[in-house]
T-cell receptor
Framework: DTGVSQNPRHKITKRGQNVTFRCDPI?????LYWYRQTLGQGPEFLTY????????KSRLLSDRFSAERPKGSFSTLEIQRTEQGDSAMYLC?????????????????FGPGTRLTVL | AQSVTQLGSHVSVSEGALVLLRCNYS??????LFWYVQYPNQGLQLLLK??????LVKGINGFEAEFKKSETSFHLTKPSAHMSDAAEYFC???????????????FGSGTRLQVQP
């Protein structure tokens, strides 16, 4: 399978604990996105990488959240001191943009998500 | 800023009936538009996309959508519903974010399609 993979698929944690999720994008994709999806809503953008550079963070991404993409391949999303409001599905997507052109049609391919439940 | 409105959080049709899921968008610049489908506990799968070429777009699984600029709409249709079409459907709009080059995806809140036997 050469699609986007995410691990773990499910995570249950207690309030106050730290959690880390991993995303492995499609291998040749240079852009990687994190989204959060709460029940009954569409995904909301969290952050975006072009290769290893984190170019943008949404206002939804509080200082308890940190994301990395150290070698421009896989990415991790860490949530520190989790709160019940962090319970959601965390989706990763990747895309390929040739030559870094803005405006190119970078179709995003989504992973299956990590469902986080904070007790 | 761009936004998407999906009319009807739940739509129920009979098997074999026409499927119509409504999407209206708001964007200050020409948008790209997408429909994604999500099955329970799965990620999103692209059904079809409009990228400023033909206004009638055909996608996978017999779905199609028509971009109507005058109505700012991008409704999703399928002539004959199948039981396997039962899922959550999301409309999304995409515009270029100038400073980072990111083509931001803004999603609607989704429409759950039920197909009755």
């Amino acid at each position: 399978d050469t699609g986007v993979s995410q691990n773990p698929r499910h995570k249950i944690t207690k309030r106050g604990q730290n959690v880390t999720f991993r995303c492995d994008p499609i291998s040749e994709h240079n852009r990687l996105y994190w989204y959060r999806q709460t029940l009954g809503q569409g995904p909301e953008f969290l952050t975006y990488f072009q290769n290893e550079a984190q170019l943008e963070k949404s206002r939804l991404l509080s200082d308890r959240f940190s994301a990395e993409r150290p070698k421009g391949s896989f990415s991790t999303l860490e949530i520190q001191r989790t709160e019940q409001g962090d319970s959601a599905m965390y989706l990763c997507a990747s895309s390929f943009t040739r030559g870094g052109l803005a405006g190119s049609n970078n179709e995003q391919f989504f992973g299956p998500g990590t469902r986080l439940t904070v007790l | 800023a761009q936004s998407v409105t999906q009319l009807g959080s739940h739509v129920s049709v009979s098997e074999g009936a026409l499927v119509l899921l409504r999407c209206n968008y708001s964007s200050s610049v020409p948008p790209y538009l997408f429909w994604y489908v999500q099955y329970p506990n799965q990620g999103l799968q692209l059904l079809l996309k409009y990228t400023s070429a033909a206004t009638l777009v055909k996608g996978i699984n017999g779905f199609e959508a028509e971009f109507k600029k005058s109505e700012t709409s991008f409704h999703l249709t399928k002539p004959s519903a199948h039981m396997s079409d039962a899922a959550e459907y999301f409309c999304a709009v995409s515009v270029v974010k100038g400073d980072t080059g990111r083509r931001a995806l803004t999603f609607g809140s989704g429409t759950r399609l039920q197909v009755q036997p």
